[in-house]
């Protein structure tokens, strides 16, 4: 025991300077330093050498490289006080998912003409008269057919049951 004493001792500050430089957090590379020395008392009938230091500070490394591991997996942990209410609320993808399918579908019912006119200024960010120039048309035609095209897909995702093709609708059966 006193040999232990003796020897892991005076590493101890080396030990914190270390899992400091590893983990940039005081707090954690403490903790870190006491799971350390709880598993080099634990295992000090174990070691290979008279000089333990090096077997000490490969503890240490390891015991750093699997916390790092974890924190990365699961994130770090913040009190629910601290967080942000933007931080705490997320729309489900699924949600996302069926909505941009939904899109995908209204803007396929569009004629080519308007759908065209609305992904370029819509998608694209393209100016009406840089519309009017990529299709030919003018500025007059871009500005009409955006407007019906908005209309017509508003109409389509407010109503996407009368729009569906004739004989896909659901029926009674009795």
């Given at each position: 025991?006193?040999?232990?004493?003796?020897?892991?001792?005076?590493?101890?500050?080396?030990?914190?300077?270390?899992?400091?430089?590893?983990?940039?957090?005081?707090?954690?590379?403490?903790?870190?330093?006491?799971?350390?020395?709880?598993?080099?008392?634990?295992?000090?009938?174990?070691?290979?050498?008279?000089?333990?230091?090096?077997?000490?500070?490969?503890?240490?490394?390891?015991?750093?490289i699997?916390?790092?591991?974890?924190?990365?997996?699961?994130?770090?942990?913040?009190?629910?006080?601290?967080?942000?209410?933007?931080?705490?609320?997320?729309?489900?993808?699924?949600?996302?998912?069926?909505?941009?399918?939904?899109?995908?579908?209204?803007?396929?019912?569009?004629?080519?003409?308007?759908?065209?006119?609305?992904?370029?200024?819509?998608?694209?960010?393209?100016?009406?008269?840089?519309?009017?120039?990529?299709?030919?048309?003018?500025?007059?035609?871009?500005m009409?057919?955006?407007?019906?095209?908005?209309?017509?897909?508003?109409?389509?995702?407010?109503?996407p049951?009368?729009?569906?093709?004739?004989?896909?609708?659901?029926?009674?059966?009795?």
């Open positions: 025991m006193d040999d232990l004493l003796s020897q892991l001792e005076p590493m101890i500050p080396a030990l914190r300077r270390y899992a400091r430089g590893l983990l940039h957090d005081a707090v954690a590379a403490d903790d870190l330093v006491q799971d350390c020395l709880e598993r080099v008392v634990a295992h000090w009938n174990r070691r290979r050498s008279e000089d333990a230091r090096a077997w000490v500070f490969t503890i240490l490394h390891n015991l750093a699997n916390r790092l591991r974890q924190i990365s997996r699961r994130g770090r942990n913040v009190a629910i006080d601290d967080i942000g209410e933007d931080q705490l609320a997320h729309r489900a993808t699924q949600e996302d998912d069926l909505a941009r399918a939904e899109i995908m579908s209204a803007l396929r019912q569009l004629p080519e003409e308007q759908r065209s006119v609305l992904l370029l200024v819509s998608v694209e960010d393209l100016s009406y008269a840089q519309v009017a120039e990529v299709l030919a048309i003018p500025i007059g035609t871009v009409s057919r955006l407007s019906r095209g908005r209309e017509r897909l508003r109409q389509i995702l407010e109503n049951v009368s729009d569906a093709k004739p004989g896909s609708h659901l029926r009674r059966v009795k």
